[in-house]
């Protein structure tokens, strides 16, 4: 026993050697390749190289991967020398399987990625700059929202061309407000309105808006709030957190107030708000665009949308961004690179029909075109676009929360401690988690 | 590679060699299972203890040596990883403390009452197994939308019945514990049972016509000859279920989601959130290797508790 121990760990330690050193190798590698693939082609304009096929991940798991696959579809018949095939992973196995695919060279050739993922996912090498491709297609910021551009910049380079924006907004089930005595086709829109409506609904026994002790959709509702007050969840260059302000404060207080003021039963789990409003005991529903087709789905609902009720001093909502990425993919062929950026200008410019799928397009000429503002929701959502935010964009920001105000969010809610206390308490684990981040990424 | 670096390897010597066994038969024997060993645990292992004394992120070209920093930010109140960490470690531990005793005495009731001749028995056996084969995710998903506080059948029905309906079983204490031990219990305790069976089917009838004849009473039958026959399968069982309870992770990330606040957030959850979400590999790393040596320290108590007991 004692001498097979002591053999296992001489090979290992050899085997180790072996290791680091092939991976060392490896990341040479990737180094000097990496400024030729960004350079690949023509920027999107066109491709002339030899067929080639692409492989583009996704998290599109819900009603939105079928619009994608129209569109790939379409792509595939239009362009003979490019074939795309679309993989959809769920979003959160997405983050965690990409990079260790890409890194190997047997990952996807180009992907999306959310706006908050972006400069982590630069940071650590797993995606190109795609600066020649906003120069060669001649992208500029007046053609996309102001707030989506900027977002996908991280240390002077662009990382992402943004596709859409899916913002939060108000949902409304008609039969329970006419059930409450409330004007169906007039959601509210102010705190004076939205208190008024739910007082009305509470006095015929309608608990008219579940506040959800989680990220869905608690947590977006208060990065909603944040904003609605005059705040914001960190400072600019997101080296401290500041959603423990008093803004932050008060929209937690305000979401607290909807439960023990017996317009949000306690103690909703995880979704209830969602089927709630669905089954007709939730009249008022913060939720995010991508709702639109799942609610369509079902039978007999009669619902509509408008933007968030503004309860703050301002208006103020969250969301979030699809952005095109292509993959730092080691070993990569110049021409995928090359024919991906055609892929990406392609779909940017047709980015109408995936509106369709519960999104407001990222472009402003897709945005103001007759076929979207035709659409039902969509365009409502789009009246949110000037006035929402995004975190700041530094690596390794999407875990911070996760950590930290999270959790607060939740107890809060639960009624399990004070807004202040929980807010101060989860900023300072935010600022060492912060700091941790800048230690790590800035040493890299 | 077997052969390498052994001079004289200390076989207990056969009774009857067989005409060409040399030295290193045993070895070549084993040579299949310890490549794969060497390849999928030991070499892991190592490698892992190397991770976890750096800030290591598999692709970040710099992985900056830390030493023991990772170790002792676990020991360091006030770090980021103590107060989360020590959180799941207690997570874990009171789950595996509540549902330890109950999947281990559950099914051997269960076991019991099977191994009886009764007719419709093969049923039976084939209905307290048959959660075993679903999916955590079926599990959770099913059992989250039937304990829902508010929109939830279990609530439902007990309002039906005349019984408070507003009981928080999936987001707040206890009631959350109460919920993930249940649903475990029902999905589990099937394994255990089939492996009791057996271990019931072992014991010579033989022993239990002698205790008769010595006029020994039911009771007094199950003390004295089925839990001596059991014995090594307690063992295993016990064995089995704490290291599968102290594993759990699953069942609170889909039904409770770690709520309320990340009271039920296991050890396992943390370090794979740390580790592959967060690509934070050297704390985790750091931390798999605590919750290792935790099992390791509970699992030889188990051993040396049941063999000071025999013999």
């Not at chain 1, 089954?279 to 949308?305: H, Q, R, Y």
Request: proline letters at 6%; charged letters at 15%.
């Amino acid at each position: 026993m004692g001498r097979g121990r002591a053999r296992g760990r001489e090979l290992t330690r050899q085997d180790f050697l072996l290791l680091s050193a092939g991976a060392g190798l490896a990341l040479a590698g990737c180094g000097g390749s990496q400024s030729d693939l960004e350079k690949a082609g023509t920027g999107g304009k066109s491709y002339n190289g030899p067929k080639v096929s692409l492989s583009f991940w996704n998290g599109f798991t819900g009603g939105d991967g079928p619009y994608m696959q129209k569109l790939v579809d379409q792509f595939n018949s239009e362009e003979k020398n490019i074939d795309v095939s679309m993989n959809t992973v769920e979003w959160e196995t997405y983050y965690q399987k990409v990079p260790s695919a890409v890194q190997s060279g047997k990952g996807p050739d180009l992907g999306i990625m959310h706006i908050d993922q972006l400069p982590t996912n630069a940071a650590r090498g797993v995606v190109l700059a795609l600066d020649d491709v906003a120069k060669a297609l001649n992208l500029k910021e007046s053609d996309f929202v102001p707030i989506v551009w900027q977002a996908g910049l991280y240390n002077g380079k662009r990382y992402g061309i943004p596709l859409d924006i899916h913002p939060l907004g108000l949902y409304y089930n008609k039969t329970t407000m006419e059930q409450g005595g409330l004007d169906p086709d007039d959601p509210p829109q102010t705190n004076d309105e939205y208190m008024a409506a739910l007082e009305q609904l509470k006095s015929k026994g309608i608990e008219g808006s579940w506040i959800s002790p989680f990220l869905f959709s608690g947590g977006l509702t208060f990065q909603a709030l944040i904003y609605q007050f005059g705040g914001q969840l960190y400072n600019a260059d997101a080296t401290k957190a500041t959603f423990n302000s008093q803004a932050g404060v008060d929209s937690l207080n305000w979401m607290v107030d909807l439960v023990t003021e017996g317009y949000s039963p306690k103690n909703v789990a995880q979704d209830a708000e969602y089927t709630a409003f669905t089954n007709g005991d939730n009249a008022f529903m913060w939720n995010g665009i991508w709702n639109i087709n799942p609610l369509d789905d079902v039978k007999d609902l009669e619902w509509g949308a408008a933007p968030l009720p503004q309860i703050g001093s301002e208006k103020g909502a969250w969301a979030g961004s699809h952005n095109f990425v292509i993959m730092n993919k080691r070993g990569q062929d110049p021409n995928k690179v090359a024919a991906a950026k055609v892929f990406i200008n392609w779909v940017s410019q047709h980015s109408e029909e995936w509106a369709k799928a519960g999104q407001v397009p990222a472009r402003n000429s897709v945005r103001e075109s007759q076929a979207f503002e035709s659409l039902k929701w969509q365009p409502v959502f789009a009246e949110e676009i000037s006035y929402v935010n995004f975190t700041p964009p530094v690596p390794g920001i999407a875990d911070v929360y996760t950590g930290s105000l999270d959790p607060a969010i939740n107890e809060v809610v639960l009624l399990k401690k004070e807004p202040k206390a929980a807010l101060d308490e989860a900023a300072s684990k935010a600022n060492q988690l912060l700091k941790e981040n800048q230690e790590k990424y800035q040493a890299a | 590679m077997a052969t390498q670096g052994i001079e004289q390897p200390r076989v207990r010597r056969p009774r009857r060699k067989p005409a060409d066994a040399g030295p290193l038969t045993a070895y070549l024997f084993m040579a299949p299972y310890l490549v794969l060993f060497t390849i999928f645990i030991t070499v892991p292992v190592v490698f892992g203890v190397w991770i976890s004394l750096h800030n290591w992120d598999p692709l970040l070209p710099v992985k900056p040596f830390v030493g023991l920093q990772n170790y002792v930010d676990l020991i360091s109140p006030g770090s980021t990883t103590f107060g989360p960490f020590w959180n799941s470690m207690e997570a874990t531990g009171k789950f595996t403390l509540y549902s330890v005793p109950l999947l281990v005495i559950i099914p051997l009731l269960l076991a019991l009452i099977l191994n009886r001749g009764f007719r419709g028995r093969n049923f039976f056996r084939a209905t307290f197994f048959a959660p075993y084969v679903l999916g955590v995710a079926v599990v959770g998903i099913l059992w989250r939308f039937l304990l829902d506080p508010n929109i939830g059948l279990v609530n439902y029905y007990l309002g039906v019945l005349g019984l408070p309906d507003k009981t928080p079983w999936i987001t707040a204490l206890p009631w959350a514990w109460v919920s993930l031990v249940g649903v475990t219990v029902w999905w589990t305790l099937g394994f255990n049972t089939v492996i009791y069976l057996a271990g019931l089917q072992d014991i010579d009838p033989a022993l239990y016509d002698a205790a008769k004849v010595d006029g020994a009473n039911g009771w007094q039958r199950f003390v004295n000859v089925t839990l001596p026959g059991l014995r090594p399968v307690l063992l295993f069982v016990i064995t089995v279920t704490i290291l599968a309870s102290a594993n759990m992770f699953g069942q609170s990330y889909v039904i409770t989601q770690g709520a309320p606040g990340e009271e039920t957030t296991t050890a396992i959850w943390y370090i794979a959130e740390q580790g592959l979400r967060f690509f934070k590999m050297g704390p985790a790393a750091a931390m798999s290797y605590v919750l290792a040596l935790a099992l390791a320290v509970v699992s030889l108590t188990n051993f040396a508790l049941f063999r000071y007991r025999g013999d």
